[in-house]
């Protein structure tokens, strides 16, 4: 028997009404009479932080008696369940029903007129901003399909992801495509001097706007359209998207769908940087995409930056790297998927050779096409912030330059903390002979160099007392490296050593340090 076609549930035609600043204030101030901040919460869920809520779909995360407003709020938009009128009335100040009403964030049920649900969800994010989204089930417990312009409040934990990937550095024009529910670019109105929000779907854009105003921001503007389409003519020195990255034939979700390999939209909006990033911006982004056979991910993004290819630098920070076949039984195990997506994946990697999926943070820097394009990649580890995939992008192009040749000799090296030497030793006429040599590290970058004995042993002598000067002449003297070797090409080992995070440098900010600053 085929399954019932999926039909739009009547919820998803209320949307909240965007009333006036004046309106928005007095909103505002219900919600502060009702303590419905991240702290109250939490605390009367009992769980450390409002995610957590969000975890779990069926049911309560704890089942709360309504002794206070807060409580109210926490039945109507986190567990999206009926409020008798009795107990708004009670519990609510003066006032604050007729003024959700109004509003449309409180709606008479029509089975049982005396009792009231919210058609939205409402969570505190990061910060004190207020995110309003749509539910995910219906207060009747009837069956809710997701339309495809379904938008959620921000606080699931990819979104956390991406929003903990983007430096908060000051900057004159922030682009956030797709914004969703707004949450990155109300985020970034913190730093920088306007920020301008769009997305493809309409609804998105009312919720963005509905949140924009709720949470009083002035300078962020929410436009409708594909990408760039809403802010053609402008020029921007940072953009930034969480774009859509799950392959499917047809998009189901807009948020989720990136089109028949995962990576369309990612692509678009690469693609679009020539026009609209002007020299010296940054571009960010948190994504799935694939290294195929043949072809890293980081080749395909360089492609896809066309002729003008060579203005751009590109570092990708990986936070997990699986095959697709590990990829999907994680995916399985959590029963993420259906099994008519499970096909499709697997025949799309398949069909592209993907060897591997890459997920992590995407920086691409314009640069004036005066040099050599930089591209690196490295292994998120611990401790790792946004900052630090910035001080690599700043390093690999301080250090290819033939001018910081001398910086680097004059320069007193010295061992990261946590760094570890890894010798393999072999049997050899009855003794155990070392063999290979692997230095590790694992923060903020996780890394392996495979190196010889002798840069062991000047690895081993970096102190932070003599300079690497130093180091080349002893090591030089001592017949380590031949004679031939140059002061230019010692210098490039100690920035390799530097950019892996196995070495540290006196006169510059120690990796570990930017996370506190």
């Given at each position: 028997m085929e399954s019932a076609p999926a039909v739009t549930h009547p919820l998803h035609l209320l949307l909240p009404r965007i009333g006036t600043d004046e309106e928005f204030a007095a909103l505002r101030e219900l919600l502060d009479a009702c303590s419905f901040t991240r702290e109250s919460i939490c605390r009367r869920l009992d769980i450390p932080q409002v995610?957590?809520?969000?975890?779990?779909?069926?049911?309560?995360?704890?089942?709360?008696?309504?002794?206070?407003?807060?409580?109210?709020?926490?039945?109507?938009?986190?567990?999206?369940?009926?409020?008798?009128?009795?107990?708004?009335?009670?519990?609510?100040?003066a006032g604050g029903p007729a003024l959700l009403e109004s509003f449309g964030l409180l709606v008479r049920d029509s089975v049982q007129p005396d009792r009231w649900f919210s058609p939205i969800t409402m969570y505190p994010a990061d910060g004190t901003v207020l995110l309003a989204g749509d539910r995910a089930s219906a207060p009747d417990g009837s069956r809710y399909w997701l339309p495809a312009d379904v938008v959620y409040p921000g606080v699931i934990l990819n979104t956390r992801e991406f929003l903990a990937s983007l430096p908060h550095t000051p900057c004159e024009a922030l682009l956030d495509l797709g914004t969703g529910s707004g949450v990155a670019a109300l985020a970034a109105a913190n730093y920088a001097q306007h920020v301008w929000g769009t997305d493809i779907a309409g609804r998105s854009v009312h919720f963005a706007e509905f949140n924009r105003k709720l949470n009083h921001v002035g300078n962020v503007?929410?436009?409708?359209?594909?990408?760039?389409?809403?802010?053609?003519?402008?020029?921007?020195?940072?953009?930034?998207?969480?774009?859509?990255?799950?392959?499917?034939?047809?998009?189901k979700l807009i948020f989720r769908d990136g089109g028949d390999d995962g990576e369309q939209i990612l692509r678009r909006a690469i693609e679009g940087l020539p026009e609209f990033l002007r020299i010296g911006g940054r571009f960010y982004s948190l994504v799935l995409g694939a290294d195929c056979e043949g072809?890293?991910?980081?080749?395909?993004?360089?492609?896809?930056?066309?002729?003008?290819?060579?203005?751009?630098?590109?570092?990708?920070?990986?936070?997990?790297?699986?095959?697709?076949?590990?990829?999907?039984?994680?995916?399985?195990?959590?029963?993420?998927?259906?099994?008519?997506?499970?096909?499709?994946?697997?025949?799309?990697?398949?069909?592209?050779?993907?060897?591997?999926?890459?997920?992590?943070?995407?920086?691409?820097?314009?640069?004036?096409?005066?040099?050599?394009?930089?591209?690196?990649?490295?292994?998120?580890?611990?401790?790792?912030?946004?900052?630090?995939?910035?001080?690599?992008?700043?390093?690999?192009?301080?250090?290819?330059?033939p001018a910081f040749t001398s910086h680097l000799l004059d320069?007193?090296?010295?061992?990261?903390?946590?760094?570890?030497?890894?010798?393999?030793?072999?049997?050899?006429?009855?003794?155990?002979?070392?063999?290979?040599?692997?230095?590790?590290?694992?923060?903020?970058?996780?890394?392996?160099?495979?190196?010889?004995?002798?840069?062991?042993?000047?690895?081993?002598?970096?102190?932070?007392?003599?300079?690497?000067?130093?180091?080349?002449?002893?090591?030089?003297?001592?017949?380590?490296?031949?004679?031939?070797t140059t002061e230019e090409e010692f210098a490039g080992v100690l920035g390799a050593l530097v950019s892996q995070g196995i070495l540290i440098l006196r006169e510059r900010p120690v990796l570990s340090d930017l996370a506190k600053s």
């Amino acid at each position: 028997m085929e399954s019932a076609p999926a039909v739009t549930h009547p919820l998803h035609l209320l949307l909240p009404r965007i009333g006036t600043d004046e309106e928005f204030a007095a909103l505002r101030e219900l919600l502060d009479a009702c303590s419905f901040t991240r702290e109250s919460i939490c605390r009367r869920l009992d769980i450390p932080q409002v995610i957590d809520f969000v975890s779990i779909r069926n049911g309560r995360t704890k089942a709360v008696e309504i002794e206070e407003p807060v409580d109210v709020l926490i039945r109507l938009v986190l567990d999206g369940e009926f409020v008798e009128q009795r107990i708004l009335e009670a519990m609510l100040p003066a006032g604050g029903p007729a003024l959700l009403e109004s509003f449309g964030l409180l709606v008479r049920d029509s089975v049982q007129p005396d009792r009231w649900f919210s058609p939205i969800t409402m969570y505190p994010a990061d910060g004190t901003v207020l995110l309003a989204g749509d539910r995910a089930s219906a207060p009747d417990g009837s069956r809710y399909w997701l339309p495809a312009d379904v938008v959620y409040p921000g606080v699931i934990l990819n979104t956390r992801e991406f929003l903990a990937s983007l430096p908060h550095t000051p900057c004159e024009a922030l682009l956030d495509l797709g914004t969703g529910s707004g949450v990155a670019a109300l985020a970034a109105a913190n730093y920088a001097q306007h920020v301008w929000g769009t997305d493809i779907a309409g609804r998105s854009v009312h919720f963005a706007e509905f949140n924009r105003k709720l949470n009083h921001v002035g300078n962020v503007t929410m436009l409708e359209g594909d990408l760039y389409e809403p802010v053609r003519g402008l020029t921007f020195d940072r953009i930034v998207t969480h774009p859509p990255y799950v392959p499917s034939p047809k998009t189901k979700l807009i948020f989720r769908d990136g089109g028949d390999d995962g990576e369309q939209i990612l692509r678009r909006a690469i693609e679009g940087l020539p026009e609209f990033l002007r020299i010296g911006g940054r571009f960010y982004s948190l994504v799935l995409g694939a290294d195929c056979e043949g072809e890293a991910f980081e080749q395909r993004i360089r492609k896809w930056l066309g002729e003008r290819q060579a203005e751009f630098d590109l570092i990708l920070v990986s936070h997990s790297l699986r095959p697709p076949k590990e990829f999907v039984a994680n995916s399985l195990a959590k029963e993420a998927i259906s099994l008519d997506d499970l096909k499709f994946w697997t025949d799309t990697w398949r069909r592209r050779k993907a060897e591997f999926l890459f997920y992590g943070s995407i920086l691409i820097r314009r640069n004036s096409g005066d040099r050599e394009a930089l591209t690196a990649r490295v292994q998120k580890g611990t401790e790792f912030r946004p900052e630090h995939q910035d001080w690599l992008l700043d390093w690999q192009t301080e250090s290819h330059d033939p001018a910081f040749t001398s910086h680097l000799l004059d320069s007193h090296p010295s061992i990261t903390p946590g760094s570890e030497l890894r010798v393999l030793h072999r049997l050899r006429d009855g003794r155990f002979t070392p063999e290979a040599f692997a230095i590790e590290s694992d923060g903020p970058f996780r890394s392996q160099l495979m190196c010889k004995s002798w840069l062991v042993a000047v690895i081993s002598e970096c102190d932070g007392k003599h300079t690497w000067r130093e180091h080349f002449e002893r090591t030089r003297q001592a017949g380590m490296i031949g004679v031939e070797t140059t002061e230019e090409e010692f210098a490039g080992v100690l920035g390799a050593l530097v950019s892996q995070g196995i070495l540290i440098l006196r006169e510059r900010p120690v990796l570990s340090d930017l996370a506190k600053s």
